[in-house]
């Protein structure tokens, strides 16, 4: 009996471990700039992205300091940040379904551009 309970622990455990995205849910990934990245506001600065909208997405969208900046149709791809202007900046990916609505699914990094 008790190797039947520590069975189903360990097996629950590893579920739990899991995260949700692994479920086909959908997936996020911004590769460049890195998290913490410290950019020069005269340089061309590219946003690269991996997306998986999975079941319930469509495409994704592009947000700077939460607003709206661009819809990315692509599901790999890189999308040049215009004029950032120097400061903090929050850089985020969202997966959105077919009605550009956020489906709970997304990355955000926080920049330094100088």
Known sequence: ????????????????????????????MITSPADGATLDAMDDIRLAYKVNPGPRGDHSHLYIDNKEVAILR?????YLLETLSSGNRSLCVKIVNKAHVPIGIGQCIQVTVK
């Open 1 to 28: 009996m008790k190797r039947t309970h520590y069975l189903a622990s360990l097996a629950l455990g590893l579920v739990l471990a899991i995260p949700s995205t692994g479920f086909g849910q959908g997936t996020v």
């Open 74 to 78: 692509e599901r790999k791809g890189s």
